[in-house]
């Protein structure tokens, strides 16, 4: 499919968040999918993603995850500068920021005509940590979460009680959870942390570790792994087939 893209700003409880929208060309309706950046927020690397979920029949909202820190329409370099500060701002945005958020993109989606009444999530990286965090509304029926940072650690702040790992019988989708076996940055003791407290639970989830590095999706930089990049946008299609066509 043929894609528009456009720009929103929408009011949220901690300032306006700049929300690009990439979704088929035409008037028709699609499912919905909250597609969460890196850290460095929508890069090159991150819009080209959102068009590949969109060209495939969704609108694709991309928000940028730290506006409360940032001039709208920042971009941080895939540098140390770009690193050091996306680092620091993920050190200082509450936990609970990103709910209002999402709360703020939900119901921005069910006011727009193209919107068919169908909700996901997917990231990469903090991303990923991200959508699993969309997954507690519970409009969002489907999450697809790529190397999802800091699930097993305490990075985030968080109130007590309001640890994203907290708060798993909130849950209501499936889950899609997707991780580089050689990634330093969640190694194996954090992933099987993870894996037993979704266990622990009835949350419907599928569980994939592919031989490859953190950011293995970003098609930039020698850790991009384009034929496991493939399997995993089909897997998230797949989900993404399976849950928001009811």
Known sequence: MNIQSNIADL???????RTYIHRPTGDGKYPTVL???????????????A???ASHGYAVLVPEVFHELNPIGTVLGYDDAGR???????????????DTDNAAMIAFVKQQA???????????????????????????????????????????PNKPGQHSMERLSDITGELLMIWGKQDPHIPAAGRADVYKK???????????????????MRDEGERYDAQTAMIGYQLALNLFSRTLHQ
């Not at 996306?86 to 990103?98: F, H, I, L, Q, R």
């Not at 990923?128 to 097993?152: M, N, S, V, W």
């Open 35 to 49: 597609f969460y950046s890196e850290i460095f927020q929508q890069t090159g690397p991150i819009e080209r993603a």
């Open 84 to 98: 050091d500060k996306g680092n620091a701002d993920k050190s200082a945005k509450d936990v609970e920021g990103y």
């Open 51 to 53: 068009k590949i979920i």
């Open 198 to 216: 979704l266990g622990d639970t009835n949350i419907t989830f599928t569980w994939h570790e592919f031989n490859a590095q953190h950011a293995f």
């Open 114 to 156: 193209w919107y068919n009444g169908n909700i996901g999530a997917m990231g990469f990286c903090i991303g990923g940590h991200l959508a699993f965090r969309a997954a507690l509304q519970p409009e969002i029926k489907g999450t697809a979460c790529f190397y999802a940072t800091d699930l097993h650690t305490q990075v985030i």
């Open 11 to 17: 009011n949220t409880p901690t300032g306006v968040m």
